[in-house]
C-alpha cells in the first residue's frame, strides 16, 4: 500500500494540493506573521499555492488576514511575490537560503 501524500487546501483558490506544493504561513504565538518555509514551525497555519494568481487573489480577498486573525503587511506580500519570480524563473523549491528570515507584525 503507497504511502499517503499529506494535502492541504489554499485560502485562496480553495484548491487541495500536496503539502509540499503549498506556502505556509504562521501566526505564531507571540502574535507574528512568518513564512515557515520548513513546514514544522509552531503556531496557527495556512496555506497559499506558489502561483502569481493565488497570491494576488489572497491579498484582495484578504484570506490570510481572515483566516489567521492577523493584518498582513506590505511587506510579506513582496516577499510571496518574490517568491514566486523566483520560483517562476527556475530557482529551485529550497529558497530558505536566498531569503533572510523576516517576521511580520
Known amino acids: 500500500m503507497p504511502k499517503k501524500i499529506p494535502e492541504r487546501m489554499c485560502v485562496a ?13 504562521v501566526r505564531t504565538p507571540e502574535g507574528q506573521l512568518i513564512i515557515d518555509v520548513s513546514g514544522k ?7 497559499i499555492c506558489r502561483e502569481e494568481s ?5 491579498r484582495k480577498s484578504r484570506a ?23 520560483e517562476r524563473s527556475g530557482v529551485p523549491a529550497q529558497f530558505e537560503p ?8
Open 13 to 25: 483558490c480553495r484548491g487541495m494540493k500536496a503539502k509540499k506544493e503549498l506556502l505556509r504561513l
Open 41 to 47: 514551525k509552531s503556531g496557527r497555519g495556512a496555506y
Open 54 to 58: 493565488c497570491i494576488n487573489k489572497a
Open 64 to 86: 490570510i488576514e481572515r483566516v489567521l486573525s492577523i493584518k498582513v503587511e506590505e511587506a510579506l506580500w513582496q516577499e510571496l511575490q518574490l517568491i514566486f519570480t523566483q
Open 98 to 105: 536566498l531569503l533572510p528570515k523576516k517576521e511580520y507584525n
